[in-house]
């Protein structure tokens, strides 16, 4: 017999402990039938049941995220009961007890029993747990937290995740996702819980009414900075939790002509007409696209599945294309900085974006801040916090009452930029030939490289580490280390910028690219130069990362 279809002694006995302690029947059966299949030496069945009992899942600063499946290294009930009882012994270690925690969920498999185990525990151990009224976007739920001034707040949610996965996402009673070294003191927690059939567990936390989502509703409302609402809307949820609340939302601002991907409107987990529910997967936008043109739309807006990300499509010419997140971004940073009137304003990116917003800002005598990657880092940028974006498609417009990426409240302030240029006029690729004009041509990509191996991306990193390039795009360079903030290398030269680090959701190590060309005669010259530049630095970096 093959080492990968052996089944130890060890590994037998744990899968037989763990089921012992699975409150689910349904896990334990599915679970007790992958170890028969390995005790009768099915090809694959040990490997399959090492995999399944290589957990625990990692609680990291993004919570947990994972197949729904039976086991440690899965989403399932039991993982969800000890995560919770971990999360509730911090909370009670700091003093917590007795507050309140917000729990809420979208709509992929698992969700709804996920959310209200991770309810039961928390009832069981004190706190005044308020359910959300159903599946809702993400951002309702930072939203509560805040509102209500939580102690924290949980979503079940895999975001834009593959339809088998699911997760749980953790925020403190800032109304942001954790930070280190949040995530390690909860991990310890959760080592530390007993099996999940020990956990105390009490049904009947309250589910919070209405009157929360009219009160987000309402904060949205209030964003649009202009009075035109002449516009013509095409939008998609993507099979996730987002279509009524975004259609309820523009309406409350005042756009009504709203028409939604029909196919895509009701929340499915299976994710039936995308191969992948992310805005920013190839062909995840066709249907939107379609419907934009058949319908004459003056602007395309995609949510991914839990609505926190929001991409925003345009016709360009004869056809119509979805905005990178650079440019949505550089886009309503500069009708936030054109609009505000808060004093000493900030806005925000990571590091991995394009630098445009930084001479935005300065144009505006705003300050600008850097962080690293992740909205949890963003939010915590610094005081007078008006606007941040990460190139993934997050935008956050609504820092006041929401600290996390939000796609409805970014949705109603692209369509008040959108109605305000088209009654002048304009439209959105005007204003960023605009930007391009004044502060130079900013062109980014991405090279990712999947691994199946996680091993891959620290010897990739490492050969890089040990024997950075010197030029790129002849151009030359230099490399710093962000060890230890962060497991990164950064490249610089001459208009050009290199990003590279493994990625914190998915097994890949990724790539940012960006160029800048200058704007000195004209805008389509400099497009071009920038592109041909973009061309040969991303042909560079692929051979430096295949011979890590």
Known sequence: MNEPDRLSRELR???????????????????????????????????????????????????????????????????????????????????????????????????????AAAADVLYAAGFDVRLLPGPLPTPLLAFAVRHLGAAAGVQ???????????????????????????????????AEAPGATRVARTPGAPVLGPELVSAYLAKVASLPRGSARSLRVAATALHGVGAETLTRALAAAGFTDVHLVAEQSKPDPDFPTVSFPNPEEPGATDLLLELAERVNADLAIALDPDADRCALGVRDGDAWRMLRGDEAGVLLGEHVLSTTDRRDPLVATTIVSSSMLGRVAEAHGARYAETLTGFKWLTRAGEGLVF????????????????????????????????????????????????????????????????????VRTRVLNAVRQNPPSTLAGVAVSMEDLLPRTDALRISGQGLRVVIRPSGTEPKLKTYLQVVEPVTESLADSRAAAASRLTALRADVETLLSAG
């Open 156 to 190: 079940i949610t895999a975001s834009h995740n593959p339809p088998a996965d699911n997760g749980y996402k953790l925020y403190d009673e800032s109304g942001s996702q954790i930070v280190p070294p949040t995530d390690a003191e909860i991990e310890a927690a959760i």
């Open 13 to 115: 006995n744990r899968a037989f402990a763990w089921i012992t302690e699975d409150v689910d029947a349904d896990s334990r059966e599915e679970l007790e039938a992958v170890l028969a299949r390995a005790m009768h030496g099915e090809p694959g069945a040990a490997a399959e049941l090492a995999d399944r009992m290589s957990g625990p899942l990692e609680f990291g600063t993004a919570g947990l995220r994972g197949p729904v499946r039976a086991g440690p290294n899965g989403m399932n009930t039991a993982v969800v009961v000890r995560t919770t009882a971990g999360v509730a012994s911090w909370l009670a270690r700091n003093g917590k007890t007795g507050q309140v925690v917000v729990v809420g969920r979208d709509a992929r498999h698992g969700s709804e029993r996920f959310a």
């Open 388 to 455: 941040a974006y990460e190139e993934a498609l997050g935008l956050c417009v609504n820092p006041d009452f929401v600290r996390d990426k939000d796609g409805i409240a970014a949705a109603v302030l692209a369509c008040d930029l959108a109605a305000t240029l088209k009654a002048s006029g304009r439209s959105l690729l005007d204003v960023l030939d605009d930007l391009a004009t004044r502060h130079g041509v900013h062109l980014t990509d991405q090279v990712s490289l999947r691994v199946t191996d996680l091993s």
